[in-house]
């Protein structure tokens, strides 16, 4: 496969590529890593719609304040900038890796910078890479790195990762191949995200008659457990069983039933994209199929009085079922400490499509093109991506299960039933979302497919025809061209 020139952004490619981040998502709905803020290891981005990990965890309404800037410690003979996507209740966290990274390299001291970063939200970063003074590492989201590699926004880590030793059997395969763009590795995943884990309220299924020991194993159980669920009075929407576009935005849940079903979104040899692949139109019908039976106008409605926090309708027993991240447990022991849930693989999809599908999201770090302090700045990246200590921190203090698999929390949360079973999703993952340039444009494109199928705007095959053919010729058009 031929490698793409790159160069160094100037400040016409950064304009350019300003101008084709915003134009490509001008409708994409961000989740929260994954924006504004990410939950812990963005992956399960809403590109990754909805709101930010920060808002997960506040009360509706809540303003978050920008972090202050962290210098590092006095005495240091190196001093790197990091720049981190995490705001308001998780900034302070942070200070835990700071310190710990200082502690253990005394000769290397941080100065942490919050920069908000999304499929969409770069600008900072790509001003700082074109004027000649980027930072010396930064938080990457694991679908932006095959396109960041393209702009030359990243350095290549290759032979420091084999000197230091690091190999892909190290990491979860889909989060090893996030990082992997035209035969080189361009940061080390961060955080793997198990996406995702299939909840469900035993509260609502008792009350409905259901056993709540038993959840539903195939989507054609989940549709019957729905149909017993839901309460419908008149034109008003009192419970659902579960809704199935709202797996952390639009986008997010297609890749989540579209792979359910048996479907795939990339063709990496070909450089093919799939949106319209006859289980992804499969899974799609299915969505669709399921606003027709509730009436979407109505079951925005229905949404429409709910939020975050303890307005969060899983939470308050509006809908018994949904696909969770393991972030949420800390959100479901403060604002709903009484809920009685379980925690499963997702239900198999229909005609002989592969049990226990799920997916793995995920945020990496990486060093920006330009750093000045390249070996400090892999120090860094090495060591919040595979040390014990680093490794320990995201699981004991975030929930955030490493990408590095050799991790010590590993071995800790085989005693926590509830950590366990997203381990054991993590264990059976297989895909990443599409390694290729063309990501953002991607994730809009399958948000927009969705709205328009549910709303009856067009048929699942028609929009998800379209999105392959502009995404399509997108890719080609940035293969193509390059990005100089």
């Known amino acids: 496969m031929q490698e793409q020139s790159r160069k160094p952004l100037s400040r016409r490619t950064f304009l350019k590529t300003l101008s084709t981040a915003i134009g490509g998502t001008a409708f994409l709905p961000l989740l929260a890593a994954c924006q504004g803020t990410p ?17 997960l965890r506040a009360e509706a309404g809540a303003v978050e304040p920008t972090p202050a800037p962290r210098q590092a410690a006095a005495g240091r003979s190196t001093v790197i900038e990091v720049w981190y996507p995490y705001g308001g209740a998780d900034a302070p966290l942070y200070e835990e890796y700071w310190k710990a990274f200082e502690d253990e390299n005394p000769d290397i001291g941080v100065n942490a910078v919050y920069a908000a970063n999304d499929l969409s939200t770069n600008a900072k970063l790509f001003t700082a890479i074109a004027g000649g003074k980027p930072p010396d590492v930064t938080w990457v989201d694991g679908p932006q790195v095959a396109e960041w590699a393209a702009r030359g926004a990243l350095e290549a880590l290759d032979d420091r990762i084999a000197a230091a030793g690091i190999k892909p059997e190290d990491y979860w395969s889909p989060s090893w191949n996030q990082t992997v763009y035209e035969g080189k590795v361009w940061s080390l995943t961060y955080g793997s995200d198990p996406n995702f884990g299939f909840f469900w309220n035993k509260d ?4 409905a008659g259901l056993d709540p020991e038993k959840p539903p194993k195939t989507v054609e159980e989940m549709d019957e457990y729905d149909t017993i669920i839901a309460k419908v009075d008149g034109n008003r929407i009192e419970r659902l069983g579960f809704i199935p576009w709202t797996v952390y935005g639009a986008a997010n ?10 479907g795939e979104f990339y063709e990496p040899d070909s450089r093919k994209i799939t949106a319209n692949h006859p289980n992804v139109v499969k899974a799609l019908e299915w969505m669709t199929a399921y606003a027709k039976k509730h009436d979407p106008t109505k079951i925005s409605g229905f949404q429409a009085g709910f939020g975050s926090g303890t307005q969060h309708p899983f939470f308050q027993g509006k809908t018994a079922m949904a696909p969770f991240g393991p972030w949420e447990l800390s959100a479901l022991k403060r604002y709903a400490p009484n809920l009685q849930y379980g925690i499963d693989f997702l239900p198999t ?4 499509a592969p049990p226990k599908s799920s997916w793995v999201g995920g945020w990496t770090v990486g060093i920006p093109k330009g750093s000045r302090n390249l070996d400090a700045a892999f120090e860094f990246v090495r060591w919040i991506s595979t040390s014990d ?11 955030q299960f490493p990408g590095y698999r050799n991790s010590p929390y590993y071995n800790e949360v085989q005693n926590n039933p509830q950590l366990k079973a997203f381990y054991d999703i993590l264990v059976e993952t297989k895909h990443q979302r599409p390694v290729m340039p063309a990501q953002a444009f991607y994730t809009g494109e399958l948000a927009r497919a969705v709205d328009a199928a549910i709303f009856g705007q067009k048929t699942p095959k028609e929009a998800l025809d379209e999105a392959t053919v502009n995404t399509q010729k997108e890719l080609d058009r940035i293969l193509r061209e390059g990005i100089s």
């Open 253 to 262: 849940s297609l890749f989540t039933w579209g792979w359910c079903f048996g």
């Open 349 to 352: 999809g229909p005609d002989g």
């Open 204 to 207: 609502v299924f008792v009350d």
């Open 39 to 55: 939950p812990p290891g963005g992956g399960a981005q809403a590109p990754s719609g909805g709101p930010t990990a920060t808002v």
């Open 389 to 399: 200590t680093a490794t320990m921190i995201a699981g004991k203090t975030f929930n």
